[in-house]
């Protein structure tokens, strides 16, 4: 199995511009997380899913952060408009009962 | 809001000596306990999971359990300069995670 699939793995935008990270979760899981890593925050979970339902949003930033999980092998973490305190590493797990982490991706917003 | 602590760190030790990591949790119906190590610049890597009271050995890996007093902590014998690293302990299926703890092994 390829793992925990995330792209880009690096994301450089302008502030204000929308921005959209992809995670394609290993087959067979059904729960997906997204997560936010910085220095002074530590690893937050942004929100996670089971069987492609939102199941707890309450770490999502503001309003200009979305999360989609359309179908089982698939989501997107999506902020509009980016702003440089959202500079991060954001990474994304699947798991049936062990959660697995994809690569990341590290996003600077400029 | 559920939380997972773990002591602040960072933590210190010779090389062969072993590392203990504390980690205490706030749900006191959590079931799932996982230690996770976190090399730097890399992603976390599940090194341990453990469900019931008690031990569970994995080679240098100890994970202990009291759900009574609501804590799980992780054993690193004969530790190596290769265990450094950010451990961090998530709890339960919703996967919250505490600060870490950054463990340095001095050869």
């Known amino acids: 199995d390829a793992g925990v699939i995330q792209s880009p793995r690096h994301e450089v935008t302008e502030m204000g511009q929308e921005v959209t990270l992809r995670c394609k979760p290993i087959?067979?899981?059904?729960?997906l997380f997204w997560y936010r890593q910085t220095m002074m925050r530590g690893l937050e979970l942004l929100i996670y899913f089971n069987n492609n339902v939102p199941i707890d949003d309450s770490g999502m930033p503001e309003d200009r952060f979305s999360a989609k999980m359309p179908n089982a092998s698939f989501s997107t973490l999506k902020i509009q408009p980016s702003e440089p305190r959202d500079s991060a590493v954001y990474f994304c797990a699947s798991s049936t009962t062990k959660a697995f982490f994809g690569q990341g991706t590290r996003l600077t917003v400029v | 809001q559920k939380e997972v602590e773990q002591n602040s760190g960072p933590l210190s030790v010779p090389e062969g000596a072993i590392a203990s990591l504390n980690c205490t949790y706030s749900d006191r119906v959590s079931q799932s306990f996982f230690w996770y190590r976190q090399y730097s610049g890399k992603s976390p890597e599940l090194i341990m999971s453990?469900?019931?009271?008690g031990d569970k050995e994995d080679g240098r890996f100890t994970a202990q359990l009291n759900k009574a007093s609501q804590y799980v902590s992780l054993l690193i014998r004969d530790s190596q300069p290769s265990d450094s690293a950010t451990y961090l302990c998530a709890v339960n299926n919703d996967m919250r995670f505490g600060a870490g703890t950054r463990l340095t092994v001095k050869p």
């Open positions: 453990i469900y019931s009271n």
């Open positions: 087959s067979g899981h059904n729960s």
